[in-house]
């Protein structure tokens, strides 16, 4: 099978996954024991924490390990809104956060009374500082955007935003588990308050995610919000795959670069029918692909049933048969946003593998024609 939906998983690496057999094997231990033993898992699991946190740029006690990527984004969440000003219950967001920060908001809308206004993109996906400005209200508290969309890969303009929203006093979280080792992350020089990622989309393992939140005086967080026994082999594995997708970054976003200029430059025939999104700040490892006609659901199955693994746009969102949000929010009708497909590449995604997509997408729109 040809495997086009590296956003939505990655394959564990092969080095990761020894580490990972390594340590379950060998430290075992309760790192909370006190004997020898558990105090090796105790160092294991502060050396992760260590290596994790200078990844992102931040101090080992502001990283907090979660379950994944959504429960990251759930914690950073909570725990802002937690060392909020009471009056403030206003929320700005982009129209098109990933569902764990979507639906999260719309239960705090429902819930707890909070107003939330949504981001106005432009028509590259991209959210421009002017209209953050025009969102933010007096009781704003929180403003929370993703650093790369994960449907058409758009990256934001973090740092810029971040450092106005940080002199308004506002908090800022950003969902960064589609950009942490696609791009360079360094949360201090992004001026975010929490950062979340997640270790299946870095050929780590899945069941693990983190979040920065940085540390202020009145937010005690530097006890670990999650206790319970750890995970070392895991969290290890984790560690292994942060370090080891944090380095030579611009080299692999290099080789990406010019596998998805490859796709571009060879799919005159597809783009006839259909519009290939690319922002000006674009991350490779994204194709948004908008037919004309063609639902995406249908391309979806085509495409499996010619050996090929690709999504209609965020896996969380297949089984909800809904438009994708990312279309919707720019402007797309919500009919015409159903065709939409995304592939996504990877460290193992090759020229012929795509050679043999485009081929299959152009048979695709030529059975559909007749
Ligand atoms: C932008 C973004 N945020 C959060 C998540 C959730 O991560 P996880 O699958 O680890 O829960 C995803 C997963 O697709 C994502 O793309």
Request: aromatic share 8%; proline share 3%.
């Amino acid at each position: 099978m040809i495997y086009l939906d590296y956003a939505a998983s990655t394959p564990v690496d092969e080095h990761i996954l020894k580490i990972y057999q390594q340590t379950a094997r060998d430290f075992f231990a309760n790192p909370l024991s006190l004997h020898d033993l558990g105090t090796e898992a105790m160092e294991l699991s502060r050396y992760s924490y260590e290596v994790i946190a200078s990844c992102l740029g931040c101090d080992q006690k502001e990283l907090h390990m979660t379950h994944s990527g959504t429960e990251a984004n759930h914690l950073a969440l909570e725990t802002l809104l937690q060392t909020k000003p009471h009056n403030k219950k206003h929320i700005v967001a982009t129209p098109f956060e990933h569902f764990s920060i979507a639906d999260f908001l719309k239960k705090k809308q429902l819930t707890e009374g909070y107003e939330i206004s949504l981001l106005t993109p432009n028509d590259q996906g991209e959210i421009l500082l002017d209209d953050v400005i025009a969102k933010v209200e007096e009781n704003t508290c929180l403003v929370a955007i993703q650093h790369i969309n994960h449907e058409i890969g758009t990256i934001q303009d973090i740092e810029t935003i971040g450092r106005w929203i940080q002199q308004k006093g506002i908090l800022f979280h950003c969902d960064g588990v589609q950009a942490f080792s696609k791009v360079h992350v360094d949360v201090k020089a992004l001026h975010v308050d929490s950062y979340s990622i997640s270790g299946h989309k870095i050929y780590g393992p899945k069941g693990i995610g983190a979040t920065y939140i940085r540390s202020i005086p009145s937010r005690n967080t530097s006890e670990r919000l999650y206790r319970g026994t750890e995970d070392i082999a895991k969290l290890v594995a984790f560690a292994a795959a942060a370090d080891i997708g944090t380095t030579h970054i611009d080299e692999k976003a290099k080789h990406i670069k010019e596998l998805r200029t490859y796709f571009i430059e060879n799919s005159a025939n597809i783009t006839d029918h259909a519009s290939v999104f690319t922002a000006r700040q674009q991350s490779p490892h994204v194709i948004g692909i908008l037919f004309n006609k063609i639902p995406g659901h249908y391309a979806m199955l085509k495409f499996n049933q010619a050996g090929i693994a690709m999504s209609t746009g965020s896996a969380c969102t297949v089984n909800q048969q809904s438009p994708s949000p990312t279309m919707i929010a720019l402007g797309i009708d919500p009919q015409h946003a159903k065709n939409f497909i995304r592939l996504s590449l990877g460290n193992e995604t090759t020229k012929s593998e795509l050679e043999k997509t485009i081929k299959v997408c152009e048979n695709m729109l030529q059975e559909w024609k007749n």
